[in-house]
């Protein structure tokens, strides 16, 4: 099946540590996205990128990290010098820059213990 | 102003009804408008794009983008409980292309 999987689908952190999300997308697409949802709230953009080995922060990178040494993978890394990881965070992928359809994997849901 | 807005509502329709929904966008925001529906605790779910100014019509769903008053709206026919979800709108922003989200509006219909 082609998709968008994320994992894990629930993961815990404790204070201090660094974890990293997993995005891998099967359907060819140059462009993948990180955003992050709070409660009751939008989405918000951390990072994304349209190309492998280039990425852009988007409106709410501090903490973050990501790399894109492949096509079909986008990981995040939350670091410990985010403040408040809680969170749900949902990968997408798009064909490409000029065609913006995106399409969301199941997410993970962070939660800091 | 933020590049993509909605009131966070929540809506309530009848079921049977027409559910509108809108969403206004800055200057920043251009080109290509989705509408996304999300439902509890899931992850979005594209139901709508919009390119051009006009009406866009899918099913039960019409999607209307007018460019010179910078808004988009999405009606839903013949509202239906399965309906009730928070429906998000999104737009293009900056050169890199960055698909950005309102905050979403819930929408409830009641039988």
């Known amino acids: 099946d082609g998709g968008i999987t994320q994992s894990p689908k629930y993961l815990f952190r404790k204070e201090g540590q660094n974890v990293t999300l997993s995005c891998e997308q099967n359907l060819n697409h140059d462009a993948m996205y990180w955003y992050r949802q709070d409660p009751g709230q939008g989405l918000r953009l951390i990072y994304y990128?349209?190309?492998?080995?280039?990425?852009q922060k988007g409106d709410i990178a501090e903490g973050y990290s990501v790399s894109r040494e492949k096509k079909e993978s986008f990981p995040l890394t939350v670091t410990s010098a985010q403040k408040n990881p809680t969170a749900f965070y949902l990968c997408?992928?798009?064909?490409?820059?000029?065609?913006?359809?995106?399409?969301f994997g199941q997410g993970t849901r962070l939660t800091v213990v | 102003q933020k590049e993509v807005e909605q009131n966070s509502g929540p809506l309530s329709v009848p079921e049977g009804a027409i559910a509108s929904l809108n969403c206004t966008y800055s200057?920043?925001?251009?080109?290509?408008f989705f509408w996304y529906r999300q439902y509890s605790g899931k992850s979005p779910e594209l139901i709508m794009s919009?390119?051009?100014?006009g009406d866009k019509e899918d099913g039960r769903f019409t999607a209307q983008l007018n460019k010179a008053s910078q808004y988009v709206s999405l009606l839903i026919r013949d509202s239906q409980p399965s309906d009730s979800a928070t429906y998000l709108c999104?737009?293009?922003?900056?050169?890199?292309?960055?698909?950005?989200f309102g905050a979403g509006t819930r929408l409830a219909v009641h039988p």
């Open positions: 999104a737009g293009i922003s900056g050169g890199y292309n960055k698909l950005i």
């Open positions: 919009i390119y051009s100014n």
């Open positions: 990128s349209q190309i492998v080995n280039d990425f």
């Open positions: 200057d920043r925001v251009s080109q290509s």
């Open positions: 997408a992928s798009s064909i490409d820059r000029r065609n913006t359809e995106a399409f």
